[in-house]
């Protein structure tokens, strides 16, 4: 059974900064990595996605992944207070059309 | 974007009572998903179906019924409700080949006195 566990719990961090979120998971055949943003009183809704090791970045998003390590994070550039917000990370397994998701991250960005 | 709405979004109910949360979506999405996100636990996929009258067990699943009645619909009971069941509930969806991206409904809030 995958197991995805996400650091750290919460953060703060003032406008501008560059902010590192974390994933791990368990199964090394897993194939496709999400992050998730879902806003206070909001419904979850995809940030963006990687499959293959290496970086994708999307404007002041990138995600980076290695499998080797069982390892994804979530790198946000110049942090506004409008990225405020659980970001929830995700792991498809191979052969399965079920997403595991981890319990989150609260982030806070400090006007 | 995919659209899947949710109802009711906010239902208060009382230990032993029956609810029924509905869903649907409008994009011939294969699959749909009903999850409860509790503070500390992320999202914990309870049932899923691949389409009408499939029926899949997700992680979480004691206490609760799932049918899929059509494609766009899916709905999941609480037939002895709970105050364990005291959860925001969130459906979503997502088609073949698609990065298994889920789109995700509003959510209703459920609470079991």
């Known amino acids: 059974q995958q197991n995805v566990q996400q650091s750290p719990e919460s953060l703060i961090v003032p406008e501008g900064a560059r902010t590192s979120l974390n994933c791990t998971f368990s199964?090394?055949?897993?194939?496709y990595f999400w992050w998730y943003r879902q806003h206070s009183g909001k419904a979850p809704k995809a940030l963006m996605s990687i499959f293959s090791n290496g970086e994708k970045e999307e404007g002041r998003f990138t995600i980076h992944l290695n499998k080797a390590s069982l390892h994804f994070s979530l790198h946000i550039r110049d942090s506004q207070p409008s990225d405020s917000a659980l970001y929830l990370c995700?792991?498809?397994?191979?052969?399965?059309?079920?997403?595991?998701f981890g319990s989150g991250t609260q982030l806070t960005v400090m006007p | 974007e995919a659209a899947v709405t949710q109802s009711p979004r906010n239902k208060v109910t009382v230990t032993g009572g029956n609810v029924t949360l509905s869903c649907r979506q409008t994009?011939?999405?294969?699959?749909m998903y009903w999850y409860r996100q509790d503070t500390g636990h992320g999202l914990r996929l309870i049932h899923y179906s691949y389409g009408a009258g499939n029926l899949q067990i997700g992680d979480v699943p004691d206490g609760y019924k799932a049918t899929r009645t059509t494609q766009e619909d899916f709905f999941l009971l609480l037939e002895l409700a709970s105050p364990s069941q005291t959860s925001l509930y969130f459906c979503?969806?997502?088609?073949?080949?698609?990065?298994?991206?889920?789109?995700f409904g509003p959510g209703t809030r459920l609470t079991v006195l």
């Open positions: 995700a792991v498809a397994s191979s052969g399965s059309w079920q997403l595991i």
């Open positions: 979503a969806s997502s088609d073949v080949g698609s990065s298994y991206e889920q789109y």
């Open positions: 994009n011939s999405h294969n699959y």
């Open positions: 199964d090394s055949a897993s194939q």
